[in-house]
């Protein structure tokens, strides 16, 4: 199993600009999640999918939009990209919601300017 | 406000020794608990677990210790090896409330470093 993956790796938009960060899981978990990390910061939740067409807000969703069209993939859009969500970004899924263990993709680096 | 948070924001070990990290967290109705690793570049990567009704959980080389009278966790890392070197994140599970279905809050992390 490839587990968690995520891409592109790197990106930097212009202000204004927007774009859709990939995840794709192969574990054929319900649950999705995409989390955003500043620097020297925890992770703090953007969006979260418990299943293919339901998604939910997490604590930082504004600017942001997802969709979940299967069980294996969970995009993340922005729409017009601010210096504000400069950060990386990581995509996650589990089995579980209530508890276990999320396996979280290798991360994308995000730069507006 | 609640939150999840550490102690001390960074460690520095020798190799051999012990580690212990630790994590405070506010909301005494959260249920669930867990540590991750985060090595530079990397995603974070699952350690160990603990559930409210647990009070230590082991697992190879870590020792995850729930106190939950004074809404505290730690974690314990047996001779610690420079591959330990990463920041440590603790993370608690709070059940749902007020309408929301799930909140795992992460804390800011710990950063340990071995000397070999």
């Known amino acids: 199993n490839a587990g968690v993956t995520q891409t592109p790796k790197f990106r930097i938009l212009k202000i204004g600009q927007s774009m859709t960060l990939q995840c794709t899981q192969d574990m054929n978990h319900n649950y999705m999640y995409w989390y955003r990390q500043d620097p020297g910061m925890g992770l703090k939740l953007i969006y979260y999918?418990?299943?293919?067409?339901?998604?939910d807000k997490g604590e930082v969703p504004n600017g942001y939009n997802v969709s979940r069209s299967t069980t294996e993939d969970f995009p993340l859009r922005l729409e017009l990209a601010a210096p504000s969500q400069t950060s990386v970004y990581f995509c996650?899924?589990?089995?579980?919601?209530?508890?276990?263990?999320?396996?979280f993709g290798p991360g994308t680096r995000l730069t507006v300017t | 406000g609640e939150s999840v948070g550490l102690h001390l924001p960074t460690l520095s070990v020798q190799e051999g020794d012990n580690s212990i990290i630790n994590c405070a967290y506010s909301n005494s109705a959260s249920d669930y608990f867990i540590w991750y690793k985060q090595e530079s570049g990397k995603g974070p990567q699952f350690i160990i677990d603990?559930?409210?009704?647990?009070d230590k959980r082991q697992g190879q080389r870590v020792t995850v210790l729930l106190n939950k009278t004074v809404k505290h966790l730690s974690l314990q890392i047996a001779a610690t090896q420079p591959g330990d070197s990463a920041v440590y994140f603790c993370?608690?599970?709070?059940?749902?409330?007020?309408?929301?279905?799930?909140?795992?809050?992460f804390g800011k992390g710990t950063l340990l470093t071995v000397n070999p």
């Open positions: 993370a608690e599970n709070r059940p749902p409330s007020g309408g929301s279905n799930y909140k795992l809050t």
């Open positions: 996650a899924s589990s089995y579980s919601l209530a508890g276990g263990e999320q396996y």
């Open positions: 603990i559930r409210s009704n647990m």
């Open positions: 999918s418990v299943g293919a067409g339901i998604t």
